[in-house]
């Protein structure tokens, strides 16, 4: 079992910075694979970034590629989004997730998530 909890969620300005943290408990971090999953109102959850629990090269949707940048620090068990250039479509609850099966952007794959963060950006 994993447990994940976010945080560093809040409002922020367009074209603003935000940095969220998922801390994990339980099994070895390391040999999960660690990503960032959002989800706007109205919307299907969708897949923002992801990296391996051990660091490495990290995915990113193509909508935060540049702006976005995912990391993992294994003394802490803890995995950040750093979010910069921030636009109001990046509006939305970030949720953490952890998968057994490897990278992937494809949330079916993803066993164990946590509560969600808000992030609002304002124009």
């Known amino acids: 079992q994993v447990q994940l909890v976010e945080s560093g969620g809040g409002l922020v300005q367009a074209g603003g910075s935000l940095r969220l943290s998922c801390a994990a408990s339980?099994?070895?971090?390391?040999?999960?694979?660690m990503a960032w999953f959002r989800q706007a109102p109205g919307k299907e959850r969708e897949f923002a970034a992801a990296i391996h629990g051990s660091g490495g090269s990290a995915a990113y949707a193509d909508s935060v590629k540049g702006r976005f940048t995912i990391s993992v620090d294994n003394a802490k068990n803890t995995v950040y989004l750093q979010m910069n250039s921030l636009q109001p479509e990046d509006t939305a609850v970030y949720y953490c997730?952890?998968?057994?099966?490897?990278?992937?952007?494809?949330?079916?794959?993803?066993?164990?998530w946590g509560q969600g963060t808000q992030v609002t950006v304002s124009s």
């Open positions: 997730a952890a998968s057994a099966y490897g990278l992937s952007s494809r949330k079916v794959l993803y066993d164990y």
């Open positions: 339980g099994r070895t971090f390391s040999s999960y694979a």
